[in-house]
């Protein structure tokens, strides 16, 4: 089993900045594409930014220029920096990975738990 453990969020102000972790543990093979997603109240989940394993990065429009993704393979761990927060940032943050079980097996997508960014004043 695969696990996605999430941290670093928080409550900061507009403009500030944050980190937010993901770290996989578990058994599995190899992992694919690692990234973020995020819920505000009463929307849906949407992408943020994802980066595979040979470090093809995506970002949404909204994001881009402020937040960057990044990944440690070796520490199975991604990262997003997010600067110039704005209160439209508030939301949960998901982690979202891509793995294998054995070199057989396809990919399946795990989630973690979400970890909490608010922005405000």
């Known amino acids: 089993q695969v696990q996605l453990v999430e941290s670093g969020g928080g409550l900061v102000q507009p403009g500030g900045s944050l980190r937010v972790s993901c770290a996989a543990s578990g058994r599995f093979f190899r992992i694919n594409v690692m990234g973020w997603y995020r819920q505000a109240p009463g929307k849906q989940r949407e992408l943020v930014a994802t980066?595979?394993?040979?470090?093809?990065?995506s970002y949404a429009d909204s994001v881009k220029g402020r937040f960057t993704i990044s990944r440690d393979n070796a520490k199975n761990t991604v990262y997003l920096q997010m600067n110039s927060l704005v209160p439209e940032d508030t939301a949960i943050y998901y982690c979202?990975?891509?793995?294998?079980?054995?070199?057989?097996?396809?990919?399946?997508?795990?989630w973690g738990q979400g970890t909490q960014v608010t922005v405000s004043s």
């Open positions: 979202n990975a891509e793995v294998a079980s054995d070199w057989r097996a396809p990919y399946r997508a795990y």
């Open positions: 980066r595979s394993g040979g470090d093809r990065t």
